[in-house]
Each structure stands twice: as structure tokens, then as C-alpha cells.
């Protein structure tokens, strides 16, 4: 029998660290808390009026914090405390996520080298302000792009220390 | 890998965000209990297996998160046309 | 001259020598060398030993396709990898190769007596002579064979390397470095657009690395493309797949071409590419020639010598010999010539060859034959002469050399092209399939798409002999040791697809995959076959293009980062407190908490114990959640579950079950009403994601009229289950704004309100069938407010508990586990839960299959409860039970245990089954069979514990 030697790390062992990342032309770090909410109605208007606020109109646009992710889907990045109303009884969905999901910043020259290590998409093109739901290898993310060199990636909460380290490990 | 294109984002998407739905176009009967055995049986098993123009069911699992339908050739492997779900076939 | 190192000549830098070992003997190369052209150099010509017969073998080809010299190279103990081919392995100080398939060294091997019996190894061998008897198959046959056969070893030690990967956009990707692909790099480039130019050798250049003349323009080229900024150029890198829309898969070697000191970073990275248009590139592969002793050492292709003189400035021989049946054989000729090579003599097969290449070639003082073939390669461990002959004839004559080179015509590399399913025509002139129509936005340039002046040729199957098929011993395959006779026998014993004939011969299914071995194997069936070659088919061309690592392929994913460990906001504590783990789906979730020196069954029965008697505390927050809001909202879940929800007031709770419209369970879980239009719906751990996107296929295309939107909330909440007769008085006091008491929040029941100052929904459910409460915070407060909870749970004893006490505790009840007591087959009928079936509502996913006639029959399995006569005997989850325990092998079974344990409230081992028309048999003794002896076990109900569910209401 041939027997092999236990990993030096496991799966088990990978944890979020408290400090960024800071590697040749990018950086990795954790973003700062927000209020999450999805956003859901087949009529956009509806939700503006509850809300009092403008929601982009295409998927894949952003405004003000909010991206549209489909046809009746927006994911709202809002400061940290911010509430919303629920909007009971109208023909819309409006759910806090906060705890859901953990934010990624990815920033320098090689930002977008270092998503497309396993992002499919073309993110070299995605134009400033771009907010899409995709995939790192099998996780999956949301690739919003906040500046010209400098990304926001949203990752549910379990799936945050592997795609941690998948960044650390091809950054 | 396939390139798809989401009639609902309006561009070619990379297929690992895509999962495939089966064949399109069997609508779940509005009153079931009308359909005798062999009809549900028919409805709940029997598929076409085509060489050829297939119509299938594709989610954007990993992007809008929607529903459509496709016609694609299974030979070639190359979709001809995708639509929006609840459009006639074509 | 010295040793076979040409004075003049080649890209290798003379002034830095670099050291290296094969087979532990030390030798000396040059910086530019490959292993092959080093050892070459040195005088070496044997490289090892093939597959089957054991034959000394040498270099056959100086690229990507040499099917003999194949090396395992050795980096340190963990990092060896095999099967290399040595023309491949760039050379760095310290490189230190083996040969393989020798035993016990290359020059002699004992089991070439393999060869000497050749006769008795022919086509089918294995499948015609290891069929009898059965059991020396395993004993015998197959550790002899393993011994003899097979390619190198495996590495023995964990692999210490890490490997890189990432996808890649560009609008034109040039596969191959030649002359034609860096022509169209150089043209895409200078429409702007993003340009990736790859190249599987040590430099780019192809072909005219061998061809000094073309030397200035490839560097001017070269230049230019390495200055423009849209253009990247990967060397060391082979396009190994190409997928549908252009989607080019290849890896790049990182590391492998320096010495291990000098290697820093990922050894290998996978390159996915996708491009609006993809060059091929890819050249051509030039084609042995089939005759007697065509695989000796010193026995190569043209183009191998070519490329070993100007390239690596080598002599491959020092007196040469061309056997050509196609004039690029004579321009190699007089190319090695000029570079100082001695080539005796060229033979063509042709009688009519270009006047100005014969004069040429007497003009340089080398004999000429027309019309005349080799009949033979003679030498051992090394070829010494050949004989040669008018084509098919017997009139033989020898000549001394130490080097035979075969000029049998070139084979264009359609590998990529035919992998994107792009289709192929035979071209007479070439003897060979060349690119034809495609769907792919792609095109074929230089040697791959035929447009290559090489001159002209004939295609062969073998050359002439007088002797008859069955008595010669060319090699077609020579990796798998494939003869020309072996293709005879192949069509003899009836095979006529060249699909058959390949598995059947095993041609062309070797790691180089028929590169020099598929158009004479193709050639020699139609031969045999009296067929023209278009009739005999062309196997099919798979990635990838050449054997690659696995960690190249596993790209990110390797050891700690193969998958996401889902770990919950409470892992931690569980981890500071000794957990024991198991993984469910992704998660880790802790099994147990030992205390001490106790095992697990010591553990789960305290923990069981505590819970029964007291209060324990369990992490529940891997259950999926699922936010369902909307007016719709109770329609929907109306039309999804079985059970009726319209009824449900806000505040309150119902366990659902969801079926396939197959009518079989699918998923179960309690939801709550958190509002009139909002459910916080749970389902299984592993069935989550499975759930909602069933739920949103009917949602999106069945019923798109609903007004009602699902959002997946597992990860938005921790859950923490607080379960015992002491739960109450553990919670109380972190609880605020939620009446405790039994009258205002009943079992079956959700509150909002804090707990700990934050925000909680708190259910008053039990899976345990104590008093329990599941309390659900943002899973950003999990690890607080479980610590709360464990620090008020203190005077109570209160007991941290795994998921083995959570499954013990509910199979006393006869709560069943989706998966584990179902299979996929069941229906509520059959697991005795027809009572969640609202039998009002006229429809609902799987409702009229369940009136299905097999699904109503007699004999279903039924989930029941099984005794065992001896209560310390726990039965094994899975055993089959039958009615019967002395019938005749093989027994009718009825069958089998779905969960089974010792139970701590009962004292006593208890297991649910499902058992064919179970609920008819209660009392009955039933029986299971075990290795150990047959275990006899009493029917029972499923509810072992408190059937009347008294305690839940403590
Ligand atoms: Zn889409």
C-alpha cells in the first residue's frame, strides 16, 4: 500500500485572514460591512416609488449602489444600517442579505489578471460600473467593477475563505 | 466550452454559467387529474431524442438566473437560436 | 567534430555547458540542448525500451510526436515525472533522466525475451490468452503483465508543486510558432486587436529553427511582435484542446526547463482561451517508412536529423543513409550535407525524381538508388547496416552505416482542427487528410492546411518486399508495438473499421496518440483490404494533444483549494471545543463533542442523554433557507407541497414536503409565515441549492403569473437549535421582545424579536421531539449569540451536540432523513407520511402520480421500525433483509435497513427499514444476513420514543 502524506493544508484550515493581501500590482481586501438587500419585482417602477430611488434598468448596469442582476433582480449595497421598507402587500420582494454574503475589493494594475485567473467573462471589457453574477471557477460571485483598476466581488459568506485563497494563491 | 447567448442579458455567456434544463416546450397540464396514465406517463417520461434541431430548457443559474429555451443542433452542438421562456417555439 | 557535437552550426550556446545524468551517468550538453540533441551529441542511441516486446529503441522524431524516447525525469523525490519525450525536455544543469520499460538496465533487459517470442504476441494477445482460468487473472496474469507492460511509474509522495490557471479573451489565437503562424500573428497584430501566438517548443520558430536561412527574418518578426503591446507570445505552451466557439484549452510549462533551484512559482498554468478567431498553425509531422527493422536505434525520421544538425548542431550518424520516397528526403540530404553531416547514400523508391535533386545529391558525392527500397535494418542495440533492394525483389544488397533516415512523406496536424469537429478531405498528393469545411471561425495555415511546398512523394502502407505480410516485422506503432503483420491479422480475424482495427491492434493508442503511426496504419488496412483509403474511416482525434499533468489540469483546485469547505459562522467554537467532523454536501458540520477519552458512541449517548434529560445545543445553520415573498406567496408554496398553506396564520410554522412530480419525495422542512406575503421556508442541507431552483423552474415557466420572488437566505442566517426540557429557561433570559411562555408561542411557531441585542426569528420546532427552539440571527452574529446561549445553558449543563446525536435523537422519533430512509423511490405512502398530504387541495407537484397504478400496488417498500432480538446489536445501515433466512442463495429480498442505532433513551440498538408491505407485518420476525451470521429483528412502528409526543409541549 502506498501511503501518502497528509496535506500540509486542508480545505479545513483555510480561514479569512484580517489583513489584506498585497501582492506585485494588486491588492485584496475585505470590503467594509454593508446593508445587502434583493430586490424583486416584475415592475421596476413599483420598487422605485417604494424605495424613492432609481434602479438601473439593465442587467449588468449599476446606480447608486445597486445592480441590476436580472430582469426583476437587484442586489442593493447600501451603507451599513441602512433599512428599507419591505413593502407588504405590493407585488414586490425586498429581503435583507446583509449577513449573506462578504465583499472583496481587488485593486491595481493586475485586478482584472487576477479575476479572469478564473472568471470566464471578459472582464478586461467590462465598462466602469458593470455589476454581473458569474462565476470563479465553481463559486459563485458577483463581479462589479467601481473603478478603473478596482473591483468589488460579492461571495456568499461559507464560500469567502476558498475564494479568498483562490485569489491569494494566483494573485 | 459553450458560448450561450441569454436572451435575457442580451450577450454570449460562457456555459459554466449555464445549467441545462431538458427538453423545452412540455407545459404542466392545468388540471393534471384530467390526464389519463398514458398521457402522464408520456408527459412525465417520454422525451425526444433528436439527431439534430433539439428544442431545450437552459437556466442562467450563475447570471439573470432565468428560465429560456434554445433550439440546438445535437450534431454540430452549435445553438441556433435561444428565447426568452414563454415565447412560441421556433 | 567532437564526439557527434558538429563543429559549426545550431542555436545551442557552445560556451555554456550544462551537466546532466541518464540513467545515472553523467554527461555534458549545451545551453539550447534537449535532452535528445545532448544525448544525441554524446553517442547515445538508445533512449529505451518498447512497450511490449521490449525493443531497444532510439529517437525517431525531434518534436512533440517521438513515440520511443520516452524519460522519466527526476526533480527530488516527490517531482518525477514520466513519460517525457526526451526531444521535448529542455536541458538544465543537474537534469537528471531514466529510461523506462528496462528491467534491470537498458542495454540489457531481461524480458526483451518478449521480442524473441514476438511471434506468440500478436494483435488480441492479452484478450485472446488471459480469459481462463478467471481467478489467475488477478493472481497471475496481471501482476506479471503490470510489470512488463506499462509506461514509467507514478510519482510515490504528495506532488509539491502548485499550478496556476486562468481563462483568456483575445480576437485572433495563432496555435504554432512556425513560419506561417507567426505570419498571421504578425498580420492579426496589425489589425489592432488582442493577438495570443502559441508555441509548445522551447523557442518560437517551428520549422525554421532548422533552417538557418530563415533565421534574420524570424528574429525581425519576432521583435516586432514582442514589441507590439497587443500581442502576447507563450512559449512552452501546447494547445491541447480546442472546444466549440474557439475555445482553445493549453498549458504552458513554467519551471520544468530550469534546474530546481532556479524554479520559483506554479510549475504549470492552464490556459483557457476563448478567441473570435482561431490560426492553426501546427505544421506537419513527417511519416515513417514500414520495413524490417525499422524501429533499431539510428533509425529516424529526415526531418529528426535535420532538425538535430541545424537546430542543435548534431551529427545524428557519420555515415548516413536516406531512404526516401518523398524530396523533402533528398533537400534534408543535402541540407545535412552542408552542415558537415555525412550522408553516404539516398535510396527512393521512386524511379522518377526531380532531375535537379539527383544531381544535386551526386553532385555532393552521395550514391543514389531509384527505384529501390530498404529491405532491412540490421544492428542490435544500434543500427549497423541495412540491405536494400529493387522495389519487391529479392536481389539484396548491404551497406554499412550507423544512421537510416526515412523520408515516408508528411502527415499535416489536424488534431486541433478535428477536435472542434472542423471536417477533413483526403488529398491524393499529400497521401493524407487535410482540413475541409467548419462551423468554428477558424482557419488552417502552412503544414496543417496543406499549403507547405515540400515537393512531392508517394504514400505508403510499408515499402516493397518480396516477403509476404505475415513475415514482416515493421513497426507501424511504434510506441504500442504495433507490426504491419498485426494490422493483417487484424483484418483476417474480420475487423474491417480502422475503428476496430485500431482497438483490436491497439494502433495509434499510445500517449502520442498515432501522430507518426495513423496515415500507415490507415494505408496498410486499405492495402490488406483492397479498399480505397477513404473507405477504411480515420479514427477521431481527441485532447488532448499531448499527455499532460494532472495538476496542470487541476489548475486552482489542488489539495487545499480542490473545493470550497463550507464552514459555518459557529465552526470555529466547534473547532476550539474538539468537534469531530463529517461533511455533508459541502459543509463541514461537527459530528460530535468528545469529552475526554470518550469515543463516539460514549459522546453521542451523553449528548443524547443531556438533550433527553436537560437541554443541548446543535448547529443547524448549513439548513437551506429560502425567503418566499410576494402576494403569491402562499399560493406558491400551495401549489409546491403537498401540505395546504393558505391556512397558515403568520406566526406559525408547518413541516413541508415537497415531492418530484414523479410523486416521489423529494425534500423536506419546516416554513414559517413570517408575514401574510413572506415564508421563511427550510429545506435540507444538501438539498438546497436543488430546491430552489426547482422551485424557481415552476415559478419562471409554469406558473409566471404568480406574483412572488424566492431569494436563498442559508447563508444570511445562523441557526442555533436549543433542544431539551430546560430550553425554555436557557433562552429566556437573552430574549427580548418575544413571549416565551407555552400559551403565547406554541410548538409549531415563529417569532420576531432579539436576542443578545440582535435581531432574531425564533422557531419553536423540534427535531429531537423535546422542547426545542431553532434560533435564527444574521450569521454574522452566529458565533455570539451561541456563545450567549452556551454561557446561559451553564447552570442547565446545557450539551454542544453533533449531527450523529441529532440523526439518533430523530430516529427515535422516526423523523425520517431525505436521502438516507428515502431514496428517490418513495412516496408519503411509503414512508407512513400520508398525513402531510393536504387531501382538500386539488393539485400540487406529484399529486397525480401518486394515483400512478405502480405507485399505488401492493408490495411497495414501506418505512418501518426494526427490533433486533438482541438489543445490543446495532444492524448495519444498508443490509438486506429478507422473509426467509433458509432459502436458497440468492435469497429473495424484501428489504433493507435505511438507519440504524444504539439509543440511549431506549437502552436498546433501534434501526428504521424499508421493507415491502411493511406496515402489514408488525410482530413479524424478519431476518438479515450478515457475514458474522443471521440477525433476527421484530417489525415495529417508526416511533420508538414518545408516540404520543408528550414532551414537546414540556
Ligand atoms: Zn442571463
Redesign the interface.
Known amino acids: 500500500m502506498l501511503e501518502i502524506a497528509p496535506m500540509k493544508l486542508s480545505a479545513a484550515d483555510l480561514a479569512l485572514p484580517a489583513e489584506a493581501l498585497v501582492a506585485d500590482g494588486v491588492q485584496l481586501a475585505l470590503a467594509d460591512d454593508y446593508a445587502r438587500f434583493s430586490l424583486r419585482a416584475r415592475d421596476a417602477a413599483i420598487l422605485e416609488g417604494l424605495l424613492g430611488r432609481k434602479l438601473p434598468a439593465k442587467i449588468g448596469e449599476t446606480l447608486d449602489g445597486v445592480a441590476c442582476l436580472g430582469p426583476d433582480e437587484w442586489l442593493a449595497l447600501l451603507p451599513a444600517g441602512t433599512a428599507l421598507p419591505l413593502g407588504e402587500g405590493l407585488p414586490v420582494s425586498v429581503t435583507d442579505i446583509s449577513s449573506r454574503a462578504l465583499g472583496f475589493v481587488v485593486e491595481g494594475p493586475r485586478a482584472v489578471e487576477l479575476i479572469t485567473s478564473g472568471c470566464p467573462l471578459d472582464v478586461a471589457k467590462f465598462p466602469i460600473g458593470r455589476g454581473t453574477r458569474t462565476v470563479f471557477e465553481t463559486v459563485e460571485i458577483v463581479v462589479w467593477r467601481t473603478a478603473e483598476a478596482r473591483f468589488h466581488i460579492e461571495v456568499w459568506r461559507s464560500f469567502a475563505p476558498w475564494l479568498w485563497h483562490a485569489l491569494a494563491a494566483a494573485a | 466550452?459553450?458560448?450561450i447567448h441569454c436572451p435575457?442579458?442580451?450577450?454570449d455567456?460562457?456555459e459554466?454559467?449555464f445549467?441545462n434544463?431538458g427538453q423545452a416546450h412540455i407545459?404542466?397540464p392545468a388540471?393534471?387529474?384530467a390526464?389519463s396514465?398514458p398521457q402522464?406517463?408520456e408527459f412525465?417520461y417520454i422525451r425526444r431524442n433528436p439527431r439534430g434541431r433539439h428544442h431545450e430548457?437552459w437556466?442562467h443559474?450563475?447570471?439573470?438566473?432565468?428560465?429560456f429555451n434554445a433550439v440546438r443542433d445535437t450534431v454540430?452542438?452549435?445553438f441556433e437560436t435561444t428565447y426568452k421562456?414563454?415565447e412560441p417555439a421556433r | 567534430m567532437s564526439g557527434y557535437r558538429l563543429s559549426v552550426g545550431g542555436r545551442i550556446n557552445r560556451a555554456a555547458p550544462l551537466s546532466f545524468t541518464f540513467d545515472g551517468k553523467a554527461y555534458q550538453g549545451l545551453e539550447g540542448d534537449s535532452l535528445a540533441s545532448a544525448l544525441l551529441a554524446s553517442g547515445v542511441m538508445l533512449f529505451g525500451r518498447s512497450f511490449k516486446y521490449h525493443r531497444p529503441r532510439g529517437i525517431l522524431g525531434m518534436g512533440s510526436e517521438e513515440p520511443n524516447a520516452l524519460m522519466t525525469v527526476e526533480r527530488g523525490p516527490a517531482r518525477m515525472t514520466p513519460n517525457l519525450r526526451a526531444p521535448s525536455v529542455a536541458l538544465h544543469a543537474g537534469l537528471a533522466a531514466k529510461s523506462q520499460n528496462r528491467f534491470p538496465t537498458l542495454r540489457r533487459d531481461l524480458t526483451a525475451v518478449n521480442d524473441t517470442l514476438s511471434a506468440f504476441f500478436p494483435a488480441g494477445f492479452y484478450n485472446k490468452t488471459f480469459m481462463w482460468p478467471r481467478a489467475a487473472w488477478e493472481s497471475v496474469y496481471e501482476p506479471i503483465i503490470r510489470r512488463l507492460a506499462g509506461l514509467g511509474d507514478s510519482p510515490t509522495t504528495r506532488d509539491p508543486d502548485h499550478y496556476g490557471a486562468t481563462y483568456a479573451h483575445c480576437d485572433v489565437l495563432v496555435v504554432g510558432a512556425g513560419p506561417a503562424g507567426i505570419a498571421a500573428a504578425v498580420e492579426a497584430a496589425a489589425t489592432g486587436g488582442r493577438v495570443i501566438l502559441i508555441d509548445e517548443q522551447e523557442e518560437p520558430g517551428g520549422g525554421a529553427l532548422a533552417d538557418p536561412a530563415q533565421w534574420a527574418d524570424l528574429a525581425a518578426s519576432l521583435a516586432a511582435l514582442n514589441a507590439a503591446d497587443n500581442v502576447q507570445i507563450l512559449s512552452r505552451t501546447t494547445a491541447i484542446g480546442h472546444y466549440h466557439q474557439n475555445f482553445v484549452v493549453a498549458v504552458e510549462r513554467l519551471t520544468d526547463h530550469l534546474a530546481p533551484t532556479d524554479a520559483k512559482g506554479a510549475r504549470e498554468k492552464l490556459w483557457r482561451i476563448r478567441a473570435g478567431r482561431v490560426v492553426l498553425a501546427q505544421g506537419a509531422i513527417e511519416r515513417p517508412l514500414v520495413f524490417d527493422g525499422n524501429d533499431i536505434p539510428g533509425v529516424m525520421l529526415a526531418s529528426a536529423a535535420r532538425t538535430a544538425a541545424l537546430r542543435y548542431g548534431v551529427a545524428v550518424g557519420r555515415s548516413v543513409i536516406v531512404m526516401a520516397v518523398h524530396d523533402s528526403g533528398w533537400r534534408d540530404a543535402l541540407a545535412l550535407m552542408a552542415a558537415g553531416v555525412t550522408v553516404s547514400t539516398i535510396i527512393d523508391l521512386r524511379q522518377d525524381v526531380a532531375a535537379e535533386l539527383v544531381d544535386a545529391a551526386r553532385g555532393a558525392g552521395i550514391a543514389v538508388h531509384l527505384g529501390c527500397a530498404v529491405t532491412s535494418a540490421r544492428g542490435r542495440l544500434g543500427i549497423s547496416s541495412i540491405t536494400y533492394a529493387p522495389g519487391g525483389t529479392v536481389d539484396e544488397r548491404a551497406i554499412a552505416c550507423d544512421a537510416l533516415l526515412m523520408a515516408g512523406g508528411w502527415t499535416p496536424t489536424v488534431h486541433l482542427w478535428s477536435h472542434a469537429k472542423g471536417t477533413l478531405r483526403w488529398d491524393g498528393a499529400w497521401g493524407a487528410y487535410l482540413p475541409d469545411t467548419t462551423h468554428e471561425v477558424m482557419t488552417c495555415v502552412g503544414g496543417c492546411g496543406g499549403a507547405w511546398d515540400y515537393g512531392s512523394g508517394l504514400a505508403l502502407g510499408t515499402l516493397p518486399s518480396a516477403k509476404p505480410l505475415h513475415k514482416r516485422k515493421g513497426f507501424v506503432d511504434f510506441q504500442n508495438d504495433v507490426k504491419a503483420r498485426d494490422i493483417g491479422l487484424a483484418v483476417q480475424e474480420g475487423f474491417r473499421s480502422i475503428e476496430h482495427i485500431k482497438r483490436y491492434t491497439t494502433n495509434g493508442m499510445a500517449t502520442d496518440q498515432g501522430k507518426t503511426s495513423n496515415l500507415n496504419g490507415l494505408q496498410i488496412a486499405s492495402d490488406v483490404l483492397s479498399r480505397p483509403v477513404t473507405e477504411i474511416g480515420l479514427t477521431t482525434f481527441r485532447p488532448p494533444y499531448t499527455p499532460q499533468t494532472f495538476g496542470a489540469l487541476l489548475g486552482h483546485h489542488k489539495e487545499a483549494l480542490f473545493q470550497p469547505l463550507r464552514k459555518t459562522a459557529i465552526d470555529d467554537w466547534a473547532r476550539d471545543h474538539g468537534a469531530v467532523y463529517e461533511n455533508v454536501a459541502q459543509w463541514r458540520r461537527a459530528r460530535y463533542f468528545p469529552r475526554g477519552a470518550e469515543d463516539m458512541d460514549a459522546a453521542v449517548l451523553r449528548e443524547c442523554l443531556a438533550v433527553r434529560d436537560s437541554v443541548g445545543m446543535f448547529d443547524a445553520s448549513t439548513l437551506g433557507k429560502i425567503e418566499v415573498v410576494g402576494p403569491d406567496a402562499a399560493e406558491f408554496l400551495n401549489r409546491l407541497y403537498t401540505n395546504p398553506w393558505k391556512s397558515l396564520a403568520p406566526g406559525r410554522c408547518r413541516y413541508g414536503l415537497l415531492l418530484r412530480e414523479e410523486g416521489f419525495i423529494m425534500d423536506d422542512g419546516v416554513a414559517g409565515r413570517m408575514a401574510p406575503d413572506r415564508f421563511h421556508v427550510t429545506t435540507t442541507t444538501g438539498g438546497a441549492a436543488r430546491v430552489l431552483n426547482m422551485m424557481e423552474d415552476y415559478l419562471q415557466t409554469e406558473w409566471s403569473d404568480l406574483d412572488v420572488w424566492l431569494t436563498s437566505a442559508t447563508e444570511q442566517w445562523a441557526v442555533i437549535a436549543v433542544q431539551g426540557p430546560k430550553a425554555r429557561d436557557v433562552i429566556a433570559g437573552l430574549v427580548s421582545g418575544i413571549d416565551l411562555s407555552r400559551e403565547a408561542f406554541p410548538h409549531m411557531a415563529v417569532r420576531e424579536g432579539h436576542i443578545c441585542g440582535v435581531p432574531t426569528r425564533l422557531f419553536r420546532v423540534s427535531f429531537t421531539g423535546e422542547l426545542g427552539f431553532e434560533v435564527n440571527v444574521p450569521a454574522q452574529h452566529g458565533r455570539m449569540v451561541w456563545e450567549a446561549i452556551h454561557a446561559a445553558g451553564q447552570p442547565y449543563d446545557i450539551t454542544p451536540y453533533g449531527t450523529e446525536a441529532m440523526h439518533v435523537l430523530r430516529a427515535e422519533k422516526g423523523f425520517i432523513i431525505i436521502g438516507q430512509d428515502t431514496d428517490g423511490t418513495i412516496t408519503p405512502e411509503d414512508a407512513g407520511m400520508a398525513w402531510a398530504i393536504g387531501q382538500k387541495k386539488p393539485d400540487f407537484v406529484g399529486k397525480r402520480s401518486l394515483a400512478r397504478p405502480d405507485l399505488v400496488a401492493q408490495g411497495r417498500k414501506q418505512l418501518v421500525g426494526l427490533l433486533t432480538e438482541d438489543g445490543t446489536h446495532v444492524l448495519e445501515e444498508g443490509a438486506q433483509i429478507v422473509a426467509d433466512p433458509d432459502q436458497p442463495v440468492p435469497m429473495t429480498m424484501i428489504g433493507h435497513v435505511t438507519s440504524a442505532y444504539l439509543s440511549p433513551a431506549l437502552g436498546r440498538s433501534i434501526a428504521l427499514a424499508l421493507v415491502a408491505d411493511g406496515r402489514a407485518r408488525m410482530g413479524e420476525t424478519l431476518y438479515v444476513p450478515m457475514p458474522g451470521g443471521v440477525i433476527r429483528a421484530v417489525v415495529t412502528g417508526p416511533v420508538f420514543y414518545d408516540a404520543e409526543g408528550s414532551r414537546l409541549d414540556a
Open positions: 466550452m459553450l458560448l435575457y442579458c442580451e450577450e455567456r460562457p459554466v454559467e445549467a434544463g407545459a404542466r388540471d393534471p387529474s390526464y396514465d402522464w406517463e412525465l430548457r437556466r443559474v450563475h447570471g439573470c438566473g432565468r428560465f454540430s452542438d452549435r421562456a414563454g
